[in-house]
């Protein structure tokens, strides 16, 4: 049986981590590569991270060309004080709605929040394979 290890975290949620066979930001060069014929898309990162690093100590953790893609987080300067406690699909539905991009896709790997009128805009990816070829993304 594979050990899962399990934490509550300081939003008061509980965080899932992988096991050690996987890594953040396995498939980087997979991404990079979907990307490469659509040198127009930017990056909005989604992360809790923005709570406490700024956002160019975030997009460091990427590669060189998809931190050159990085123009924002979802942390809005009018977003609401609970704004954390909500589910990533709820942040990003905010940001859509406050943004209004003329077009917008999300990869995550949680389907809680997500409105119904966002849901076809997500690339639901796996908690631990994330982008993997082995799951068709």
């Known amino acids: 049986m594979q050990r899962v290890d399990v934490r ?13 066979q996987y890594t953040m930001f396995q498939h980087i060069a997979l991404l ?10 930017q990056i909005v990162l989604s992360t809790r991270w923005g709570r406490t690093k700024p956002l160019r100590k975030v997009a460091r953790e990427l590669s060189y060309s998809l931190r050159a893609r990085v123009v924002e ?13 909500w589910p ?23 389907e809680v929040g997500w409105a119904a009128w966002a ?5 639901f990816s796996d908690p631990y394979e994330g982008i993997s070829p082995s799951r068709g993304c």
């Open 32 to 41: 990079e590569q979907l990307l490469e014929p659509y040198p127009e898309v």
């Open 88 to 110: 990533k699909g709820a942040q990003v539905a905010h940001y859509v709605e406050c943004r209004r991009p003329a077009a917008w896709f999300a990869i995550d790997d949680d």
């Open 8 to 20: 509550l975290g300081e939003n008061g949620h509980f965080t899932l981590y992988a096991p050690v």
């Open 73 to 85: 987080n979802f942390v809005l300067p009018d977003a609401p004080a609970d704004y954390w406690l």
């Open 119 to 123: 849901r076809p805009h997500v690339v």
